[in-house]
């Protein structure tokens, strides 16, 4: 079971970066999957999410209207596209793969992601 991130890097106060998260071992869309940030000297937030098999997002208020979650069941990936990028962003992103079935826990992380936003 793994989750694979890419798509972190540098950009500017009001650009665009998009987020993966490849996951193998396991079908994410029978997940509730969930990006996750933590800025230096903070701790880890929750920022989006993506229910299991119906797809319903939900936003941390810090990014409602920017960034947008989605999930491609062909390829078993999420993505997390962020738009008009803050400086206030820039954090390390995790991907989190989360469900409870008979009475089994299963949460898995991602490695990070670094998100940088710069001018």
């Known amino acids: 079971v793994q989750l694979v991130e890419s798509g972190g890097g540098v950009a500017q106060p009001g650009g665009s970066l998009r987020l993966s998260c490849a996951a193998s071992?396991?079908?994410?869309?029978?997940?509730?999957m969930s990006w996750y940030r933590q800025a230096p000297g903070k701790e880890r937030e929750l920022v989006a999410d993506i229910t299991s098999t119906i797809g319903s997002t939900s936003y941390a208020d810090s990014v409602k209207g920017r960034f947008t979650i989605s999930r491609d069941d062909a390829k078993n990936t999420v993505y997390l596209q962020m738009n008009s990028l803050k400086p206030e962003d820039t954090a390390v992103y995790y991907c989190n793969a989360f469900a409870y079935v008979v009475r089994v826990t299963y949460n898995y992380w991602g490695q990070g992601t670094q998100v940088t936003v710069s001018s």
């Open positions: 071992g396991f079908t994410l869309s029978t997940y509730l």
